[in-house]
């Protein structure tokens, strides 16, 4: 019954984990093989509302074996789906009373199964209807970790990428064979997502880590553009892609990265994540601790930070499976009351973040499409009187991946604007991904910057259409080898 109890969560709804459903199945330490769990909790939910119509209709919940065992409507589900909806057609489990108490109705679960098949028109499960919910990444984006290779020669050093044919765009990732420079982020590459980049030995090695495009996009734009800081905190950690690419831009010997995590067991994983990533490089100290209980005097020499707190994570896929499961899911009013919770707790962590008594940039990031973590969190930063008195403003678009055509939304900055071009310089100070349509997560980040390194980068904004001409003429004009 191991794989049965070890798949329970996955399916009870829940409002604090984060990820998608791969990605919390395969990061969680399970004694099942994370592979078959993934398997039937993705095939229970996506037959879901005809398993529970099996389970209704055979009455099996009213049973007395069953009750007293106190099975959860989610064991039954799996146990159903195993019997009726796979192609095994049978229990993956040894001797054991759930298994016993269950196949008690084997008769009567396998009736209505064949009456639903009826109902339905259909000979077999795979031509049930359902809502497909791809999980995957349209792109698989992986970074050459530079703190452990040279990314000069890791393409002599590491066949199975040298093998691989360049491309000119993430639309033209069509297949297996290809691979894709990003033309945003240094050292970092899309291939195919069915490309077994797992199997090799650079990624065993934590020379190339799996990173969506872009995650990569904070640590990227706190050292933007050439500046580089000396000590940095990352206030949210695990489970660390943003600690170890941060990491990756210290320069100077003795840099270091502080990094943050709350959660114990998050805490644990971001410490091996680091390991693998840094192995005997003492770059990042991490601290398993509530950031805002920190105290900024302790750490006089932090220069940048960057703040990815917990969010609803409603631009990661394969989350839509997951909150179906929530009663309360698509009733506005709730999530609405949700979305304003978070929105309080990551405005309360960006500003306890403004507090570092030398910090002059802070990136704040969230992998949520809504306007209330997004916009709305950098509206009421911005609005805030500790916070104008400590200086920070928002970056200008020419510091924050000029190049990057999706900005922040500008209707969204009329409260504190006072003419339309001014909505536009501050959405310009934002970043956003649309999920899939961008070749990964849906994602969120603006950058705050205060003190005088940033006073002429101020007035760059209303240039920045000129430079931006300016730099497309050159473009053109360009005609040496590429
Ligand atoms: C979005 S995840 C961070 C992902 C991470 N930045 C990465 O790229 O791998 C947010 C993390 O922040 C942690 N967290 C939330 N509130 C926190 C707090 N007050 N102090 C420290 N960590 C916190 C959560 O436990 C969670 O692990």
């Not at 880590?209 to 933007?224: G, K």
Request: with cysteine; aromatic share 10%.
């Amino acid at each position: 019954m191991r794989l049965y109890f070890d798949s329970e969560p996955y399916l009870k709804p829940s409002t604090t984990q984060k990820g998608s459903l791969q990605s919390r199945i395969f990061s969680d330490s399970l004694k099942s093989s994370p592979k078959q769990v993934y398997a039937l909790v993705y095939s229970t939910l996506k037959y879901r509302p005809y398993i529970q119509q099996v389970i209704k209709k055979s009455k099996i919940e009213t049973s007395p074996s069953i009750k007293k065992l106190r099975i959860s409507r989610e064991l039954l589900e799996m146990l159903v789906h195993d019997l009726c909806f796979s192609a095994r057609g049978r229990i993956n489990s040894g001797n054991h009373p759930i298994k016993t108490a269950f196949l008690e109705h084997k008769t009567r679960l396998v009736a209505e199964f064949t009456k639903l098949k009826l109902k339905y028109k259909v000979k077999d499960v795979s031509e049930l209807a359902v809502e497909e919910e791809n999980d995957e990444t349209p792109v698989r984006w992986f970074r050459i970790n530079t703190i452990k290779c040279n990314s000069e020669d890791f393409f002599d050093k590491h066949t199975w990428f040298a093998k691989l044919q360049p491309v000119n765009s993430i639309k033209d990732i069509t297949d297996c064979g290809m691979i894709y420079k990003d033309d945003y982020i240094p050292n970092l590459y899309g291939i195919h997502p069915k490309e077994k980049l797992t199997s090799t030995d650079a990624y065993k090695s934590g020379e190339v880590i799996i990173q969506d495009r872009a995650s990569c996009f904070p640590a990227h734009i706190l050292n933007e553009i050439n500046d580089y800081h000396d000590q940095v905190i990352d206030a949210c950690a695990a489970p660390g892609n943003k600690t170890t690419h941060a990491a990756s831009y210290l320069v100077k010997p003795g840099s270091i990265v502080y990094a943050f995590e709350r959660d114990a067991k998050r805490a644990q994983i971001l410490k091996k994540m680091c390991a693998i990533a840094t192995g005997d490089k003492d770059l990042i100290h991490i601290t398993h601790c509530d950031f805002t209980s920190t105290t900024p005097s302790d750490f006089p020499e932090v220069t940048g930070l960057v703040v990815d707190p917990s969010c609803s994570g409603s631009g990661i896929f394969g989350r839509a499976l997951q909150d179906s499961l929530n009663d309360n899911a698509g009733e506005d009013e709730v999530d609405l009351e949700r979305l304003n919770k978070l929105a309080g707790f990551q405005f309360k962590i960006v500003k306890h973040a403004m507090s570092f008594p030398k910090a002059r940039k802070v990136v704040y990031s969230t992998c949520s499409i809504h306007a209330t973590e997004n916009e709305q969190v950098v509206v009421d930063l911005l609005r805030d009187g500790e916070i104008k008195k400590m200086g920070w403003k928002l970056a200008p678009r020419s510091m924050v991946l000029s190049n990057w055509e999706r900005r922040g939304w500008e209707q969204e900055f009329t409260s504190i604007a006072a003419t339309n071009e001014e909505c536009v310089k501050l959405a310009g100070g934002c970043v956003r991904a649309n999920p899939k349509e961008d070749g990964g997560i849906g994602f969120f980040a603006a950058c705050f910057i205060r003190g005088k390194n940033y006073d002429e980068t101020q007035n760059q904004d209303m240039e920045y259409e000129d430079v931006k001409e300016e730099l497309e003429e050159e473009e053109e004009e360009w005609t040496g080898f590429d």
